[in-house]
């Protein structure tokens, strides 16, 4: 064989191979561009799917706020309940230890002469047994909630 037939077969040998590698990029290409377009999309449809749960996660939060403001106005309203229930107990306990078995006397009435006149509180020594009240139910409905 001549050189210059050494040199075409050399030279087409390397022209298949060259297209061969060209058909496998682009098929690389291609699938590297499907699984890009497919990512776009999945970001797209999460994107979306994060905003409808923003919205919506919004809208329970704006919902319920009333209902912590009904919750909180309901917890006050039964503390008041147990504070006006445990004073009306307070008071009939008094009122059977004293012998008089009929209804609790009203705060407005005089007690009865047979009965030690008790000392007069002061303002501070009212507002401090308040508290110590209040502490005792908060802490025992702080336990409740608990449960």
Known sequence: M?????????????????????????????SIRD????????RDQNNQAVEGL???LQEVQNRALPCRYFLTNAHSLQYEDQNSKSLWRHTNRKSMSSGNRSRPQKRH??????????????WNELCRLR?????????SESYDMKQ
């Open 2 to 30: 001549q050189d210059w037939e050494v040199l075409a077969m050399n030279e087409r040998s390397l022209r298949e191979s060259l297209s061969e590698k060209e058909a496998e990029l682009k098929e690389q290409l291609e």
């Open 35 to 42: 699984e890009y377009e497919r990512a776009v999309r999945d």
């Open 109 to 122: 009435q005089r007690p009865p002469k047979h009965r030690p006149k008790q000392r007069k509180r002061t």
């Open 54 to 56: 923003q919205k919506a």
């Open 131 to 139: 508290r110590k009240s209040r502490r005792r139910t908060c802490s």
